[in-house]
C-alpha cells in the first residue's frame, strides 16, 4: 500500500491546485502556511519524488535499470508499425524506384535509420563477449539504453526452429556482455514461414533482470 496516499495528494493538486487556503489569514503571521490549499512544494512535488523513488527501488530489486523497460516497450511499438513504413518506402514515386528490403542487409539499413531517430547513440557491429573462442557481433547497441538490437529475415534455411536456436544463443551471449541490459530481436518474416508469430514471440522466458523482446513482422 506504500505510496497510495501521496498519489492522493498528486490528484488533489492536479484538481484544485489554484484553490486558496481559507486558514491562510489567519495564521499567515506565524509563517506557517500557504495561501494554496494544495502547494506545489508539499502536495505534488514531494510525492512525486517519492514515486519516483518507489519505481527505482522496485526497478533494483529485480535487477533491472530505470528506464530500460520503457525503452523496451517503445521500440517494440515503432517496429510493430514497421510494416507500413515498408510498405511506404516499396513505392514509386514520380518515376523513382522505391526500397525494398531483399535481404538481411537492406533490413539492417532500415532499422539503424529508425533507431538514430529512436536513440542518440547507436552503435551498428557492436562486439560481443567471446564465446568458444569467437567474439560475434551484434547487429546494434544502444549504448544510453543499454539495449541489443538484432534483426532476422526469415528464410528457407532460417525457419522457426532454427531462427529460435540463434535467438536463445543470442540472449545467452549478450546476458554477458558487459554493456547491455536487455534484448530485442525484429523478425522480418515476409514469407511467413513462422505460421504462429505470436506463439512463436511467447515462447521466450520473461526474465525481470534481462528484458527480451522479440518482434515478428509478416
Not at 104 to 120: F, K, T
Not at 161 to 173: C, N, T, V, Y
Request: glycine share 6%.
Amino acid at each position: 500500500m506504500r505510496g497510495v496516499f501521496p498519489n492522493y495528494k498528486i490528484k488533489h493538486f492536479l484538481q484544485a491546485g489554484l484553490e486558496l487556503n481559507t486558514m491562510f489569514a489567519e495564521l499567515a503571521a506565524q509563517g506557517t502556511i500557504s495561501k494554496w490549499l494544495y502547494p506545489a512544494n508539499s502536495a505534488f512535488l514531494a510525492p512525486l519524488s517519492e514515486q519516483k523513488q518507489i519505481l527505482r527501488n522496485i526497478a533494483a530489486d529485480s535487477g533491472g535499470r530505470p528506464g530500460v523497460l520503457a525503452a523496451l516497450v517503445t521500440l517494440e511499438d515503432i517496429f510493430r508499425r514497421l510494416p507500413v513504413a515498408l510498405a511506404v518506402l516499396r513505392q514509386d514515386v514520380r518515376g523513382r524506384p522505391g526500397t525494398a528490403v531483399n535481404d538481411e542487409y537492406d533490413l539492417q539499413r532500415i532499422v539503424h535509420a529508425v533507431l538514430c531517430l529512436h536513440s542518440l547513440d547507436v552503435r551498428p557491429e557492436e562486439y560481443g563477449p567471446s564465446r568458444a573462442g569467437a567474439h560475434p557481433r551484434l547487429d546494434f547497441l544502444l549504448k544510453d539504453e543499454r539495449i541489443a538490437v538484432e534483426t532476422k529475415m526469415t528464410r528457407s534455411n532460417l525457419g522457426p526452429r532454427r531462427l529460435g536456436d540463434e535467438l536463445a544463443q543470442d540472449i545467452l551471449r549478450y546476458r554477458a556482455h558487459d554493456h547491455v541490459d536487455a534484448y530485442l530481436a525484429l523478425v522480418h518474416d515476409p514469407g511467413k514461414y513462422i505460421l504462429n508469430a505470436s506463439g512463436f514471440e511467447r515462447d521466450f522466458p520473461v526474465d525481470a533482470t534481462f528484458p527480451v523482446r522479440v518482434v515478428i513482422i509478416q
